[in-house]
């Protein structure tokens, strides 16, 4: 250990940087990994720079978040280590580090999105149905008297719903459009077929 910190306190106070932020980040990394993977990584702090002026990027993804910051020395510091010996310039290495750094929270970020859209897909909502077109499963008899059954894709997936109409008997086959959400398994729908011929 001894030496370990010798030949650190030997090195250019640059590279002493570089090295620093890459050991802090990458510690920092592997904790919110194991947090992750156990999960218990729901509440990510982030750094309000004026309220309403912070960079929302959506899905819950906030540009100056802890996370972020993590990412951007992890790429900083190891983009530093690995490119000291082969770029002579300091301004120019720390460019280039810094823009690795940056490159880095780009692909975490598409990375996280890409993880939300997979567990959009994975959670159906009848909500998601409003105003969708489907098609009757089982015949949806007139006036609200019974329920019928109507087959919708949402995602790729495709999910049968229970379907009340105040029209006419609607037949199986028919294409119907949803135009109302009844509770949270019933839907209600109107005959587009019918509707066009009129």
Request: hydrophobic fraction near 45%.
């Amino acid at each position: 250990m001894g030496e370990l910190i010798n030949q650190f306190n030997n090195m250019d106070t640059l590279l002493q940087v570089f090295w620093g932020c890459s050991i802090v980040a990458s510690l920092i990394f592997v904790i919110q990994l194991i947090l992750t993977l156990i999960g218990m990584d729901h509440s990510d702090i982030t750094v309000d720079f004026d309220g309403s002026d912070t960079m929302d990027l959506g899905n819950g993804i906030n540009l100056f978040s802890i996370k972020n910051l993590v990412n951007f020395f992890l790429g900083f510091g190891w983009a530093g280590v690995c490119l000291y010996n082969s770029i002579s310039s300091s301004l120019l290495l720390i460019l280039v580090a810094f823009l690795i750094g940056c490159a880095f929270v780009g692909m975490f970020i598409i990375i996280y999105k890409q993880t939300r859209k997979l567990e959009k897909n994975g959670a159906f909502s009848i909500n998601d149905c409003l105003g969708k077109s489907a098609s009757v499963y089982i015949r949806i008899p007139a006036g609200c008297t019974g329920k019928g059954k109507v087959q919708i894709s949402i995602d790729g997936s495709v999910h049968e719903i229970n379907a009340l109409t105040d029209e006419d008997e609607i037949a199986s086959g028919q294409n119907v459009k949803i135009v109302e959400i009844v509770d949270h398994e019933t839907v209600k729908v109107v005959n587009t077929q019918y509707n066009l011929v009129i």
